[in-house]
């Protein structure tokens, strides 16, 4: 099982810290991604953390904004998001895969969090 936290209510070139919990799996296996999906639109990878930490993935349009980090003792992946745009105004979702290679592919998830809101708005 996985739990989002961490969304809310944010003026643009603000910053958010989202919280992703894992239970019920051996967190030190699996890739974590984080996804977004705003309405009308398809969910898309904005990050992924490998198994091994120091292996990340950052979609374009975050790069140079969102970090993706894990603590596998607390069982906890992160997403800092700081100078946030209206246009990152979205529901996050974390998943977690075998591994980061495709991370962007939602077919090769096992887990995947209920999502939290992120609005982005002045």
């Known amino acids: 099982q996985l739990v989002e936290s961490g969304g809310g209510l944010v003026q643009p070139g603000g910053s958010l810290r989202l919280s992703c919990a894992a239970s019920g799996f051996n967190l030190d296996y699996y890739a974590i991604g984080w996804f977004r999906q705003a309405p009308g639109k398809e969910r898309e990878g904005v990050a992924c953390?490998?198994?091994?930490?120091?292996?990340?993935m950052y979609a374009d349009s975050v790069k140079g904004r969102f970090t993706i980090s894990r603590d596998n003792r607390k069982k906890m992946v992160y997403l800092q998001m700081n100078s946030l745009k209206p246009e990152d105004t979205a529901v996050y979702y974390c998943g977690a895969r075998g591994g980061i290679i495709g991370w962007t592919l939602l077919s090769g998830y096992e887990y995947w969090g209920q999502g939290t809101q992120v609005t982005v708005s002045s």
């Open positions: 953390i490998g198994y091994s930490v120091g292996s990340t």
